[in-house]
């Protein structure tokens, strides 16, 4: 920011000294601290502070009290990435664990999420029932967790005549009913499709705009020049998309790697601990099994893993100010 | 908005032409009316199983429900009073009013502040709380049990969770609001502090009422993710007869794991009142999503 032009005068300074800016007194100067000072003072009290302490509480030994019981330098770090199975398990294949779980998150909510999400977008603005389609598909955004954890648990359920996947698969496709959930080779996939669903329609709507605020131009003359829609999509519209589809993608990143309450209601992290995620082992750990240090840790890593994103953040806009 | 026009090929003006039309797309139409239902099918049959009889639940799927022509409101009726998910209910209403009023005033009071009112280090405040936008919740959880449970019980009170969401809703409060707020006139602010108004008198007569739709979606928004949580209360509401509909919910699983019939209709009192908010305020909501997420 210090590389910002200042404006220069044309004619020379101007005579008489030129134009003081208006000294400010005291309290003038500090008014505008009035104004942020109750928001800063609760986020220091209740967000910063908070992080200064579990950060602090990762390297100890606590109990159910939350005190710095026992100084432990990395262990608990070194437990979770090397001892740990229910956390990260690479004695096996496929790998399990939590962070392997969380992994398969990200890989697979984001990439669905966002080909479902960005094909909608590019489909329902062609038909005049636009509208329609999207309030359709937008509607489970509004819906708690909770409630989407109960809305799948019947669509999951093991009993053909109860939920409707098992009424599709057995009683139409004529397969064995599953135990979608009870699976461990399936729960995570079951457990990340009902919340892409739930999640769809964010994407769809942002991606929406975006399509919209392509000038109608390039894709006329695109057409015009004999280009195919699916050339047009390619190489007109997927480029212009690509700062809305890098934002959406950061959006799911967060959402992926603090997702909890869908695995709580639906599954309990089960069977065993075969559907546990980052955020999942960091509860269980705290305030099951009194290892707040240990779940101090989790959050940590929870923290490092969100930290680019923070920093991406705070660039893009230092970088808009200076446009703007 | 011109894209709309032009992707949908220009009018077909005889008969035979609207047909060879419908047929050439209709495979665009089947995919996206087929999403579409195919999306709503979850929901609507947790609503047709929320009004049906416990015996028809168990003998047949929902969607056996439109010939069967049986309807009951007795799952709501056990359900609110029986299992006290009515009273549930209120108490997600008294944690989410409050929880929604308080970084609403606090965050819009800031965001004024760092659009219109000049102090030291303004910009670098600002960054850091751009930065604080995406600390996850589970860092603050063990010290905020701890600072509440030592400083006067607060979490067997609602001053806790309220506490707890007005800080998490105030960086985005703060971020949504300022970057509204920076749009208004130069003018018009410049022109009311010549007449003499003080700040706070600029903040409340004239930012404040041109910034409605803003404000409005963040509203929605704290609104939706205070309703809609179940971590925080999890930890921040111990006492049980204060806990919200998202916690009281997990609660009936574990002690009516199959029953349907009951968990059907608390889940859908649970989405009633985020639905009703959601479409009548949906423009508000679309808005600040996409200045929240366009800007993020």
Redo the contacts between chains.
Sequence with gaps: ?STQPLPTPVAGPPPGGGLRKRAWSGFE????????M???V??A???????Y???R?AFYESDF??GFFHYLGVDNFKELLTNDPDFLDLSKFPPGGALINNLRWVIFYISLSLI?GLG?AV??????Y?R??K???F?????????VG??????YNTD?????MN?VWHGVLGQHQVSWLGNPAIVNYALIFAYV?AS?G?VM??LS?A??G???EI??AARVDGAGEWNIFRRIMLPMLSL?IS??T??LF?NV??V??II??MTGGGPGTTSRVI?FT??EE??HNGR?GY??A???I??VL?AP??VL??RR??T??VVA | MATVESAVPIRARTRSERLVRLVSRGPLHIALIGIAVLWLVPTVGLALTSFRKPPAIASSGWWHSFTQWDWTLHNYDSVITATGMGHAWVNSVIITVPATILPLTLGALAAFGFAWVPFPFRDTLFLIIVALMIVPIQTSLVPLLKLFANHGHLNNHYYGIWLAHTAFGLPLAVFLLRNFFVTLPKDLIEAARIDGASNLAIFRRVVVPLSVPALASFAIFQFLWVWNDLLMALIFVSDPSKQPMTVRIPYLLSTYGQEYNLLAAAAFLLMILPLLVFFSLQRYFVQGLLAGSVKT
């Design positions: 920011m100067r500090f008014q505008g601290l009035l104004f942020v109750p928001a800063l609760v986020l009290i209740f967000l910063i502070y908070p992080a302490y579990t950060i509480l009290h939350f479902i909608l489909l329902a603005v062609r038909v005049r636009e329609a389609v309030t359709a598909i509607v489970p955004m509004a819906i708690a967790a909770t409630a109960i809305i799948w648990l019947l669509v053909s005549n109860i939920g409707v009424a669903w769809v964010f709507v942002v705009a399509i919209k392509i000038p109608m894709m006329e809305p934002v959406v950061i959006w967060i790697i603090k909890f309450d709580y209601v955020a960091m509860y705290t305030f707040p779940g101090a989790v959050a940590v929870m923290l969100i994103v923070m953040n705070v806009f230092r808009e100010k």
